[in-house]
Nanobody
């Protein structure tokens, strides 16, 4: 059974950092591109970042470029999202998602979703 376990969310002050983790199981991880999405109250879900199946290609939303870094460890079936210089507008529920895509590019696809981890940026 395909499953994601997201962790690392929490409350942080503006300018602070968090690292989100997404541990996957139940499928061949190296066949999938992985993306992070977020949804704030009253707003549509948006793609934040994605990484290709082997990690050779990444993409970022303009709103997080230069502040967030996505990476993956295929030996651990894990994708990370390092978030630095956090702003109040980064407050949202963050989800990881997988797309069957064994190529070396990604495009914020989402065949399967995790349950999400809450990130709150506030003083």
């Amino acid at each position: 059974q395909l499953q994601f376990v997201e962790s690392g969310g929490g409350l942080v002050q503006p300018g602070g950092s968090l690292r989100l983790s997404c541990v996957a199981s139940g499928f061949t991880f190296t066949y999938y591109a992985i993306a992070w999405f977020r949804q704030a109250p009253g707003k549509e879900r948006e793609g934040v970042s994605c990484i290709s199946s082997r990690g050779g290609s990444t993409k970022y939303a303009d709103s997080v470029k230069g502040r967030f870094t996505i990476s993956r460890d295929n030996a651990k079936n894990t994708v990370y999202l390092q978030m630095d210089s956090l702003k109040p507008e980064d407050t949202a529920l963050y989800y990881c998602a997988a797309e069957l895509n064994p190529t070396d590019y990604c495009h914020m696809g989402h065949d399967y979703w995790g349950q999400g981890t809450q990130v709150t940026v506030s003083s």
